[in-house]
């Protein structure tokens, strides 16, 4: 994707360029946070942008992966403190206000973890809060060798509670505690050994490493790729017998499918499979 300048950011905004941008490349969509002023902080307006897309992409045909990534130097600093801090004058002291984000929030990224079609992250610069935790809700994640991660809500008196979900569903329970409690920035070396991301790219090549990943998934029998993705969130919230007998189920209906009886038909016979449209 192509690098864009902050004066040409600055005529975008002037124009009203779209809070969310869309690029499908190929198979891979595309969603790139554009708000680097903010750097890219997940207000009540760019929550609702990247939901109604994830939802989009979710019923296509023609989108096999998603990408996300921020315009700037950021990918996500969280919140919009502003936006919210402007709702302590409310009647209530902001009180269902905070609630709608929050609920609003979380069902994004719920959104993200039920959608059918495998979730990149393509980390560039700091990913903090609930920047973080988009990171962590992502299937993969990509980061740039300059990206930075942080929960450091408890810097300012708010305890990153709705990023500890997501982070402790990646990392060991050790490591998150450590972000969470002394909200310090982790380089993204270390991201890649605590399980936080996946692979640590060039800078300049962070979007395109993730589009790569997409690619290469995008080759897979989709139907299969949705039902392993939901099949491996669920069985992480069993007890292990019931894991075990969940996905013994579900890999019988797999065997059953068409895209079962041609792979393992096309590995026997030493041929390409000609995956069902």
């Known amino acids: 994707m192509k690098q864009v300048r902050a004066k040409d950011l600055e005529l975008q905004r002037d124009r009203g360029a779209p ?93 993200i973890v039920r959608s ?9 610069g700091i990913a903090t809060a609930a920047g ?3 990171v962590a809700s992502c299937d993969l994640a990509v980061a740039s060798q300059d990206a930075r991660f942080a929960t450091p ?23 998150a505690m450590e972000m969470l409690l002394l909200g310090d920035m982790v380089e993204a ?30 080759e897979k029998p989709k139907a299969t790729l949705k039902i392993g993705k939901e099949a491996f969130y669920r069985q992480l919230e069993m007890p292990l017998d019931e894991a075990y007998a969940y996905a013994s189920t579900v890999m019988v209906e797999n065997m059953l499918h068409a895209e079962a009886e041609e792979g393992i038909g096309a590995f026997l016979e030493k041929r390409q499979p000609n995956w069902p449209r």
């Open 116 to 124: 059918p079609k495998p979730v990149i992250a393509a980390v560039n």
């Open 19 to 111: 809070m969310l941008l869309r690029e499908d490349r190929g198979q891979v969509a595309v969603l790139t946070l554009n708000r680097p002023e903010t750097r890219n902080c997940l207000s009540e307006d760019m929550i609702a942008a990247l939901s109604g897309a994830i939802a989009e992409i979710a019923g296509s045909d023609a989108v096999r992966a998603i990408v996300i990534t921020g315009a700037g130097s950021a990918f996500s600093s969280g919140h919009d403190l502003k936006e919210m801090t402007a709702h302590r004058s409310d009647p209530d002291r902001g009180r269902a206000y905070f609630a709608k984000i929050m609920n609003a929030c979380s069902q994004m990224m719920l959104a």
């Open 189 to 218: 070396a270390e991201a890649k050994e605590l399980g936080l991301v996946n692979r640590v790219v060039e800078p300049d090549e962070t979007v395109n490493a993730a589009v790569e990943l997409g690619r290469k998934i995008a």
């Open 153 to 175: 809500g408890v810097n300012i008196g708010l305890f990153c509670s709705t990023p500890m979900v997501a982070l402790s569903r990646n990392v060991s329970r050790k490591a």
């Open 132 to 134: 973080c935790q988009l």
